[in-house]
């Protein structure tokens, strides 16, 4: 049995678009308590798996609810099967610890116990674009991620190397620094996580549903999108969304 195939092929079969593995040596940089082997001494590979967040729900308007809705509906699908892959390789044998997709609180550092971003860069899925997001050639940024760090003796995949993100600046002239409303994002692609944070606090406190910004990913063109807008279109567009989205005027939707 060709074991990577068989573990790849379980991700793909529950509708998980994208799949890769790593070496855990490519993330022994990674801060103290947040590598694999921290989390599992015995480890050997990390599986990353990334699924493709409908883009219906960044074009139009009123769908922040819609948006935030895809996170816990997405991220349920993703660690069911993270669930199923740690069940078969556990039966071959393989102990296995799966990192859920989000995590119910935030912490004060604002990261998970591992990065499901480098992970994947470094499992060939995508880049680190400007907006600090993992981005994909596939779908852009519309992505969610998870993880599984594994026992098992898997074949790795080359790293991603390209910049798509650099190459489609000259277009989109840095909409997702442009478009974040609350200017978390530097030109130079820092992010100040607070600011962020802290705009879904104030913003948004009375939501039980802690809604979900996404400007720097509604805003980014990277990606194949399935309504064919013009860039013209799309960008009066973007600028539509983030007025309603930022103004308050998206509680008047009928929800």
């Known amino acids: 049995m060709d074991l990577t195939k068989e573990v ?34 015995t480890a050997k590979n990390v599986i990353v798996a990334a699924v493709h967040v409908l883009d219906s729900v960044y074009d139009l308007p009123y769908t922040r609810y819609e948006y935030t809705n895809q996170f816990f509906i997405l991220n349920s699908r993703l660690n069911s099967m993270t669930t199923n892959v740690c ?8 102990r296995n610890i799966p990192i859920p997709a989000a995590y119910p609180r935030v912490n004060k550092d604002l990261c998970g116990i591992l990065s499901h971003r480098h992970a994947a860069v470094r499992a060939g899925i995508g880049e680190f674009a400007l907006n600090n997001m993992l981005t994909t050639p596939q779908y852009g940024s519309k992505v969610r991620l998870v993880t599984i760090v594994t026992e098992a003796e898997l074949e790795a995949d080359e790293p991603y190397k390209e910049s798509i993100c650099k190459k489609t600046q000259p277009t989109c002239k840095l909409a997702c620094v442009r478009n974040c409303p609350i200017h978390a994002i530097s030109e130079e692609g820092v992010i100040n996580k607070d600011l962020c944070l802290r705009y879904q606090e104030q913003i948004m406190p009375w939501s039980a549903a802690e809604l979900r910004c996404g400007m720097c990913v509604a805003s980014c063109p990277i990606g194949e999108r399935k309504f064919n807008i013009p860039a013209g279109e799309r960008s009066e567009k973007v600028k539509e969304i983030k007025e309603i989205w930022t103004g308050g005027k998206w509680t008047a939707a009928a929800h």
């Open 87 to 94: 069940e078969f390789l556990e039966s071959e044998g393989y």
């Open 8 to 41: 790849k092929d379980r991700v793909l079969n529950a509708n998980i678009q994208l799949v890769g593995v790593t070496p855990v040596e490519r993330l022994a940089g990674a801060p103290e308590g947040r590598r694999p082997t921290d989390i599992l001494p």
